[in-house]
């Protein structure tokens, strides 16, 4: 694994969740709450399930494919956004996307630590982690306050669909290094 583009990937990773995180708010607005609760249950389900195969999952060929799996679900969520966005079935599509991909998250994380083993490279990934993820925090405030003082456009769906358009080229940059970081696999 070359970690220097694993570092990036993880960066680039957290500043996408960092300027995403806001958006789901409008995106999910036509969803009834009953949704919410079945999509928890299911999400639940699915990671006991994961949880169950970790002896057999927790390899690097495997973590890399799970990761790549994860990214690209995310890039079909990003692009069917962009193609139909705010109706009731692009937010059950995209809120399942995302289902999907919290599915692994606690299998990514654990097989993450035990692929890394370092402690102080556990630490420095966690330092561009958070730090990605403030800056994606900050520079989504920075554009939304952007496109409502320079563009004058103060919807907030529009100000979440332009948004997206910074998340595609973002997640294609994520793909990239991940694919970079294992590119022997």
């Known amino acids: 694994m070359d970690v220097k583009s694993y570092i990036r990937y993880k960066f680039l990773n957290s500043l996408f969740a960092g300027l995403s995180i806001g958006s789901v708010f409008s995106i999910y607005s036509p969803l009834q709450p009953s949704v919410f609760s079945i999509g928890g249950i299911l999400l639940a389900l699915g990671m006991l399930i994961v949880a169950k195969f970790y002896e057999k999952l927790m390899n690097v060929r495997l973590f890399f494919l799970i990761s790549l799996f994860v990214e690209v679900v995310m890039l079909f969520v990003i692009t069917a956004f962009l193609l139909k966005p705010f109706s ?98």
């Open 88 to 185: 009731y079935s692009t937010a059950l599509f995209i809120y399942s996307g995302y289902q999907i991909t919290f599915v692994f998250g606690s299998y990514l994380v654990r097989t993450e630590t035990i692929i890394l083993k370092k402690k102080k490279l556990l630490s420095i990934l966690d330092v561009y982690k958070q730090s990605g993820y403030l800056l994606g925090l900050g520079v989504s405030f920075i554009f939304y306050k952007s496109l409502e003082y320079f563009f004058n456009i103060t919807q907030n769906q529009q100000q979440v669909y332009y948004l997206h358009y910074l998340l595609i080229v973002l997640e294609s940059l994520v793909i990239y290094f991940l694919v970079k970081a294992f590119r022997r696999f």
